[in-house]
C-alpha cells in the first residue's frame, strides 16, 4: 500500500513537471485508473486527449488505443508504457486481409469497429464504437455494408440494422470466454439481479441479457436500474469505478475468466518508467515507447474516425 502511495507520488509529481495527462482505459488495474486524470472508453479518452493542453499523453490502454490518440493528436507525443500491449481482436485482420475483402465487395461500404490498427481504419469509409455501432452502420448511404473485425458486435448490430450486412470473422478473446451456462449460474444463485453485458459477447450471451451496453453505457445502466444487484459480463477492470460510483449496489462478474491480459500489463512501475525515460532514446529492454501513425495513413484514418463523430446521437 505505502509502494503504491509512493509510486502515486512520484508519477504525479513527473506528470506535473513533463506538461503530461495520464488516461486510463476502464479496464486497467485499479491502481492505475486511481493514478490518472481521466478514465474512460477507448474513444473518449482519445477525444479527452485531443482537447487537453498537455503536451504528452501517458495512454494506459492497449496499442489502437494510443494510435487513435495520436491519429487525433498528432502534436502531442503519445506514450504507451508497455508497447507489447496490443488487443488480439484488431490484430486478426490486417490492410492486406482487408483490401483482398473490399476487392470481394466494390462499393460496399467498410465500417471499423475502433478496435482496429491504424492502417485499417485508413482502408475503411466510417468507424464505429460499441457505443453507436447500431447508429454509424444505419448511417452509411449505402443497402449493404461490410464490419470488421468483431462477428459478435456485428451480429448484434446485425439484430436491428436495416442494413444487409456481411462481416470478418474475428472476435476478442476475452468475452468469447464468457459462456452462457456460466451467466444462467449467476442468476439462478442471484434471482433478483440484471445482467449487463457487452456487445464483443456471444450471442448466445447476449440473448440473457436484461442490458447490452459499451463500457462507458455500463456506468450509466447501473446508476439507473432500480436492481441492487448487477451481473457485469465484461472485463473486470470495469468493476472499480462501478463499485467506487455506486457503493450501495453489489456487482457479480459472471465469469472468473473476464480479465485480459493485455489491459493487465501496464503497472504503476511501468507508467513511472515511461515518464523517467520519455526523454532518453529508446533503450533495449525498455517495455514503454511513443506511438506515432505516420500521416500517410492518420490522414485517411482519422477521415474515418470524424465520419463517425458526425454522425447524429440517438
Ligand atoms: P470500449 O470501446 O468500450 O472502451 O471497449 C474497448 C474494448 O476493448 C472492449 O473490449
Ligand atoms: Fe481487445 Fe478484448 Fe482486450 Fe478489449 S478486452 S482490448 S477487445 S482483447
Redesign the pocket.
Known amino acids: 500500500m505505502k509502494q503504491t502511495q509512493d509510486l502515486q507520488k512520484q508519477i504525479r509529481a513527473l506528470l506535473k513537471q513533463k506538461n503530461a495527462l495520464m488516461l486510463a482505459h476502464n479496464?486497467q488495474r485499479d491502481e492505475v485508473q486511481e493514478t490518472a486524470d481521466i478514465c474512460g472508453d477507448s474513444l473518449a479518452l482519445s477525444q479527452a486527449a485531443a482537447k487537453s493542453d498537455a503536451e504528452v499523453i501517458v495512454f494506459c490502454g492497449?496499442h489502437f488505443m494510443a494510435e487513435s490518440a495520436s491519429i487525433l493528436c498528432p502534436d502531442k507525443t503519445v506514450i504507451l508504457p508497455r508497447l507489447d500491449a496490443g488487443?488480439?481482436?484488431?490484430d486478426m485482420i490486417t490492410a492486406e486481409d482487408l483490401r483482398k475483402e473490399k476487392e470481394r465487395r466494390p462499393g460496399v461500404p467498410v465500417v471499423a469497429y475502433v478496435?482496429t490498427t491504424a492502417e485499417v481504419k485508413a482502408l475503411s469509409d466510417i468507424c464505429c464504437t460499441s457505443a453507436n455501432a447500431v447508429t454509424v452502420v444505419n448511417s452509411v448511404q449505402s443497402e449493404k455494408v461490410y464490419m470488421i473485425p468483431d462477428r459478435n458486435l456485428s451480429m448484434y448490430v446485425a439484430r436491428t440494422a436495416k442494413k444487409k450486412m456481411e462481416w470478418w470473422d474475428g472476435f476478442?478473446?476475452?468475452?468469447e470466454k464468457l459462456k452462457a451456462a456460466e451467466v444462467l449460474k449467476a442468476k439462478e444463485k442471484y434471482p433478483d439481479a440484471v445482467f449487463v453485458c457487452h456487445p464483443?459477447c456471444r450471442p448466445e450471451v447476449i440473448d440473457l441479457a436484461d442490458a447490452v451496453r459499451s463500457t462507458s453505457g455500463m456506468y450509466v445502466f447501473t446508476k439507473e436500474t432500480k436492481a441492487k444487484t448487477i451481473i457485469v459480463g465484461t472485463?473486470m477492470g470495469i468493476l472499480y469505478r462501478l463499485k467506487k460510483e455506486n457503493p450501495e449496489k453489489t456487482f457479480i462478474l459472471a465469469s472468473k475468466s473476464l480479465i485480459?491480459p493485455?489491459?493487465k500489463l501496464i503497472t504503476l512501475e511501468d507508467v513511472l518508467e515511461a515518464l523517467q525515460g520519455m526523454d532518453r532514446p529508446v533503450l533495449k529492454g525498455f517495455n514503454s515507447g511513443i506511438v506515432k501513425v505516420p500521416e500517410d495513413i492518420r490522414i485517411p484514418a482519422k477521415k474515418a474516425l470524424d465520419r463517425m463523430l458526425e454522425v447524429p446521437r440517438d
Open positions: 479496464y492497449v488487443c488480439p481482436m484488431a478496435n476478442c478473446p476475452t468475452h464483443e472485463e485480459c493485455n489491459m
